[in-house]
């Protein structure tokens, strides 16, 4: 965008603005719904295919169930085409493949490029898988005092393993020893090219999860090992794919309604004249932002559904500060001289309100 200078006199005016209450008036939730791209994201890669995982946990299968949940929340998140490992399999079995495994990454992506549709592949590591259990009785005296039996059941087995719960008989009605359940999962994961089995992005750091529950009696049911799979998974979701994420930011400065610049600096104010030419709206969000297609409009104050102008802005790739210039002109010659709003939506939702006067 170009330099705009001001001559002294408006310079003066502008600075006396913001020093007599002239700041602008801005409002809202203070967050902007977006969907994220992920650090690595190029829109090229339409079509993933998932490998089943290396299994470095002591639970079997766990590197089959990891891969298989991430494909079914790729298929749910909708960013890619995805080819889950158990169809995978089949192409194997079918002999239009040959076997794969998650750890030449050169080769799998030979393997893959044979099936003409697949940009990329995930591949990775189960790095932990632990179920833990413990048991106790019920710790309630009254009940004590009137039990009328303390007999071992038999050993129950269940997805944890076996476990010995206790019966209390009071009054004929059974009540069970109380056990607590944890779990835990971590994962790590790559994205590979096909077209030439170059590693996109690596998990920096594992996705982990866990899940668990305190005593209680042994009518519930424990906590599965899928909740900490899912939560695990869910964090790989944000690394891999768009996700739609909230993004905090200041009410006051995430929007904000400008002269122009002196030096490379936004002279901001919300007073402007009949005469003046253009009205700068200036943004100010995370880089998160980037890729997302933001609308804004200028409506007079009170009155959303008067839209006097609008524009849409796509956010660049990795800014955080972009600038939108209006005709100002133009906006005034429906109302006049009066109060005016600025409105940002995003993914169709009012995030931020930003208030100016325009006086002959």
Known sequence: MSKTCLNPYVLFVCLAALAFGGCARSYGPGSVLVREQPAFY???????????????????????????????????????????PSRLQKLVQDGKLAPLSPTDYRLEA???????????????????DERAM????????????????????????????????????????????????HTYVALEASIVRVSDGAVLYTTPVPATGGAGTGPYHAARRPTSPQGAMHEAVSK?????????????????????????????RWVFSNWFH??????????ELPAAAGGNTLRLT???????????????LTWPIGETSEAVEF????IAAYVGSGNYTVNCYSLGQLSLQHDFTIRR
């Open 42 to 84: 190029d829109p090229n890669i339409r079509a993933v295919a998932v490998l089943p995982f290396q299994n470095d946990a002591k639970v079997p299968g766990a590197g089959e169930l990891a891969a298989e949940n991430l494909a079914a929340a790729l298929q749910v998140n909708g960013t890619y085409k995805v080819i889950p």
């Open 110 to 128: 030979e393997q893959l490029r044979k099936l003409g549709s697949v940009q990329a592949f995930l591949a990775g590591r189960v790095l932990a």
């Open 134 to 181: 413990s048991g106790a009785p019920i710790d309630n005296p009254y009940l004590d005092a009137y039990t009328r039996g303390n007999l071992p059941d038999t050993q129950q087995e269940n997805e944890f393993g076996y476990s010995r719960l206790y019966h209390y008989w009071y009054w004929n009605y059974p009540y069970y020893g109380n056990y607590v359940a």
């Open 236 to 264: 790989l979701i944000r690394d891999f794919a768009i996700v739609p994420a909230e993004l905090r930011v200041h009410p006051d400065t995430a929007l904000r309604t400008a002269r122009g610049q002196v030096d490379g």
């Open 274 to 283: 009949t005469t003046d030419q253009t009205l700068y709206v200036v943004l």
């Open 298 to 312: 200028v409506t007079p104050v009170g009155e959303p559904d008067q839209i006097l102008a609008t524009k849409d």
């Open 327 to 330: 005709p100002l002109p133009k």
